[in-house]
């Protein structure tokens, strides 16, 4: 964030690494699915290669926000124009959508500027479920993601070890103490 180009591109890698949406679900993201009291973002629609869609579920859903996004999207919001309930929060030139291709070359040399390797603003997305994972329950990440499977959810359940997991395994191998059974005779 600190390496983008404009302030509105530090918001836009902080609210896809913070809420998990796809680069066209930020693109079509509308000021009136910001909701600052509900601390959350409604996903209405998708836009890329020109066509304003459903999202790729097929479904709106509501994806929780967190404080630092809200800053950031709250500093937007205090730009001259395009700010209306019915305006683009992420814009392009007179208040168009931002142009995907031209917002990913911007993210690779912020990256580049950084000093960090190179990762698909997609990446982004992953990072948000990888954390969510790993604190919350996996239909809710499900929802949050707009996976329509939870098979796709479950990609991110990878192994992070736990302080207890040594000592956990050594209680199940523990040797029980042998207690002698003896059969009564009749």
Known sequence: ???????????IYLTAAFTGLRRGELLALRWRDVDFAGQAIRVRSSYAGG???TPKSGKVRSVPMAPDVAAALAALGRRERWTGD???VFVGEAGSYLDGSALRRRYTAALARAG???LRFH?????????????ADIRRVQEWMGHADVQTT???LHYAPRDDDAALVAEA????PVVS???AEH
């Not at 964030?1 to 918001?11: K, L, P």
Request: proline share 0%; net charge positive; hydrophobic share 40%.
């Open 181 to 183: 059974h003896q059969v």
């Open 123 to 135: 990446d982004l997305r992953h990072t948000f479920g990888t954390r969510m994972i790993a604190k």
């Open 154 to 156: 479950m990609k991110y």
């Open 173 to 176: 191998f523990r040797a029980e």
């Open 116 to 118: 960090l390797r190179r």
């Open 1 to 11: 964030m600190r390496a983008a180009g404009s302030e509105q591109d530090a918001a």
């Open 86 to 88: 019915d305006e683009l």
């Open 51 to 53: 066509q304003l869609t």
